[in-house]
């Protein structure tokens, strides 16, 4: 009997650790909407809904991100480093000053680079929370 006391007691206690930790995830995810909608302005190229439906004025095919098959260090790494010869921006300043994207230094991405944002950069938090409100609100889904 003292098993199945202890077993719900964690399950009990679980559960709460799952309430409170999707509160946190709520606060993140709307931090992550302000970036996206606003400063980094993904909407853009990838539409509102993150269906790839964009300004008709943005510069190329967005990526439909409800289709996305990328896991979240995977998304990290395409917002921080651009995609190379393609027009997805990299939004890390300082991308491609050492080997942290694709393990390529400048030189040897040369003219690929990835443009600039046209809106602003982001650090590595920004980028986790735009990262995290893509999983909660358009992959998958």
Known sequence: MDILVRMRTAIIAGGTLVISAGSGLTQDTSFGERLYHEKADCAFCHGPRGDGRGDPRS??????????ILKREHLIEVITCGRPRTEMPHFDKYAYEDTACYGLTLAQVGDNK???????????????????YILANFVGK
């Open 114 to 132: 990835p443009p600039p944002p046209h809106a602003g950069s982001l650090n590595a938090r920004e980028i986790a929370a735009v990262v995290d």
């Open 59 to 68: 510069p190329g095919k967005a990526a439909n991100l409800r289709t996305t």
